[in-house]
């Protein structure tokens, strides 16, 4: 049974688990753990602009420009984020931990290797 107090759940680990938009979710066989939120600190930090302070840069585990791509994937420029290698991300969200502005980069790493994983599916369809 959840508690009252609860106001934010993410399926996963810290650092690369999903939040959820609503508390009221299934349990499925694939449901690894889940962490339960009294405060939603996440959300009460203010998103602020890059500062390029490159500690982004200096957690990478796959060695790629996390500043540039997650903006290229925000603007939908899925062309630039492909070419500049942003599907070799491994989604483990350092980068945005480590951000001092908050930016959402590994949401937008994510937004942008599934756009470009659709276009590629998109095309093969075609073939
Ligand atoms: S989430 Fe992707 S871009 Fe960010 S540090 Fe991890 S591998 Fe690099
Ligand atoms: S860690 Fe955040 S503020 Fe620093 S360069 Fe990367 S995106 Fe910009």
């Known amino acids: 049974m959840l508690s009252e107090k609860v106001t934010k759940l993410v399926a996963g680990g810290p650092m690369t688990g999903t939040a959820f938009t609503e508390l009221r979710i299934p349990v499925t066989k694939?449901?690894?753990?889940?962490?339960?939120?009294?405060?939603?600190?996440?959300?009460?930090?203010?998103?602020?602009?890059?500062?390029?302070?490159?500690?982004?840069?200096?957690?990478?585990?796959?060695?790629l420009v996390p500043q540039i791509l997650a903006t290229n994937a925000a603007y939908g420029e899925f062309d630039k984020f492909e070419k500049?290698?942003?599907?070799?991300?491994?989604?483990?969200?350092?980068?945005?931990?480590?951000?001092?502005?908050?930016?959402?980069?590994?949401?937008?790493?994510?937004l942008g290797k599934q756009a470009v994983a659709a276009a590629r599916r998109a095309a093969a369809a075609k073939k």
């Open 30 to 63: 694939t449901s690894g753990g889940f962490l339960a939120f009294e405060e939603d600190d996440v959300a009460a930090r203010p998103i602020t602009a890059c500062i390029r302070c490159g500690r982004c840069v200096s957690v990478r585990p796959a060695m």
């Open 84 to 110: 500049l290698h942003g599907m070799e991300c491994v989604e483990c969200g350092c980068c945005s931990y480590v951000c001092p502005a908050y930016r959402p980069l590994a949401q937008n790493m994510k």
